[in-house]
């Protein structure tokens, strides 16, 4: 557990915090107008190794060298380092009226740190909480101090300690505007999270499919990657067989050749099979989104009545489905591939740059 505190006066500024892997959709732009929750579990952090806000620079002024470094989607100059918080978990900050920079509906960033140490004055954080973008206090990596609470260190929890603690994603979600009577502008949709979630993993699809044709699972996986596998990827040769593997699950797969697996909640850890299986290429998914493909949570096709049977944890109707196929978010999908080394395939680039192309097509949002 830690607690931040400002560099300039020491004044403590958040209550104690437990370290967890960042989100993948911590800088998701979704729909417009829509009401996103609060990006962070109360009571945890993350840090962005990436640089991120202000200010900005374009791609023309970046040297090749470093965009092939940070990629070329990389336009932020700011400091990386960045650590989001719950901005319930904030402590002893004002907000600073003059960088109140935002679109609609809230504060969205684009003017620098917003909220001050109340202490002594000094920009510590930038408060986002704008439609269409996760509500998230981002501290400013050399404005604040981490220090460690005294007696409270935990060590990560394993990973049988993760699957039995763990919570799974659910695939669908009740999306809402800002502003907008429930009734009116509410509906059912895929999960933003799962949207990007499949961006990030479909660019390590695509890196390590070599051009080859891939193939997942059938059901909510097949449902998730394989329509945009089939039109991104050729066909012809023998595809390669992509498997769901991980915690609680048996390794009978030997010979797959690429697997869909957890990453570590708190720490960001790929898991990793023993024996043959490890040769496989890993394709991380967020650990909440996999065990819901893992182990779908069961859906009863009608009401129970009298006592809950054993096993039973509710007797509501399946959640409705989407009236739309599943679309993968773009700047999850653009976040990840630059970064990959494959991205310099002539053909990978192709995809990169006719992203908005796609999205014509219906592969991304």
């Given at each position: ?116 140490c109340e202490a002594c004055g000094m920009p510590v954080a930038t408060r986002v909480d704008d439609c269409s973008l996760w509500q998230a206090v981002w501290l400013t990596p050399n404005a604040v101090r981490r220090l460690p609470v005294e007696g409270a260190y935990a060590a990560p929890l394993s990973w049988t300690e993760v699957l039995a603690e763990g919570k799974g ?73 992509a498997v769901l593997a991980g915690p609680g699950r048996p390794i009978s797969d030997v010979d797959a050749d690429i697997l869909l697996v957890p990453t570590h909640p708190q720490t960001g850890e790929v898991w990793t099979p023993p024996g043959a299986a490890a040769s496989a290429y890993p394709v991380p998914l967020p650990f909440g989104v996999w065990l819901w493909l ?72």
């Amino acid at each position: 557990m830690f607690v931040f505190v400002c560099a300039g006066c020491g004044a403590e500024l958040t209550t104690s915090l437990s370290q967890v892997t960042l989100p993948v959709h911590a800088h998701q732009k979704y729909g417009n107008g829509i009401q996103l929750p609060v990006l962070m579990e109360p009571g945890t952090f993350a840090v962005d190794s990436d640089p991120w806000g202000p200010p900005w620079r374009t791609w023309d002024e970046f040297h090749p060298d470093e965009a092939a470094a940070r990629g070329v989607y990389a336009l932020s100059d700011g400091a990386p380092g960045a650590i989001a918080i719950a901005p319930g978990d904030a402590r002893g900050t004002l907000l600073i009226p003059e960088n109140g920079g935002g679109y609609c509906c809230g504060l969205d960033g684009t003017d620098g740190p917003n909220m001050a140490c109340e202490a002594c004055g000094m920009p510590v954080a930038t408060r986002v909480d704008d439609c269409s973008l996760w509500q998230a206090v981002w501290l400013t990596p050399n404005a604040v101090r981490r220090l460690p609470v005294e007696g409270a260190y935990a060590a990560p929890l394993s990973w049988t300690e993760v699957l039995a603690e763990g919570k799974g994603t659910p695939a669908f979600e009740p999306i809402t505007t800002w502003g907008s009577r429930p009734w009116v502008r509410r509906w059912w949709s895929w999960s933003p999270r799962w949207e990007a979630a499949a961006g990030q993993a479909l660019a390590h699809l695509l890196a390590t499919s070599k051009g080859r044709p891939v193939r997942v699972p059938d059901g909510l996986v097949e449902e998730v990657f394989q329509r945009a596998l089939d039109a991104l990827l050729p066909a012809g040769p023998p595809a390669q067989r992509a498997v769901l593997a991980g915690p609680g699950r048996p390794i009978s797969d030997v010979d797959a050749d690429i697997l869909l697996v957890p990453t570590h909640p708190q720490t960001g850890e790929v898991w990793t099979p023993p024996g043959a299986a490890a040769s496989a290429y890993p394709v991380p998914l967020p650990f909440g989104v996999w065990l819901w493909l893992a182990f779908p949570e069961p859906h009863l096709p009608i009401p129970a009545s009298g006592a809950m049977p054993d096993g039973v944890l509710r007797d509501d109707p399946p959640a409705p489905r989407p009236h739309h196929l599943f679309r993968s978010d773009p700047g999850a999908f653009q976040h990840a591939l630059v970064r990959l080394p494959a991205v310099r395939s002539p053909w990978l680039r192709e995809i990169l740059e006719n992203v908005t192309q796609h999205r014509w097509v219906g592969l991304f949002y």
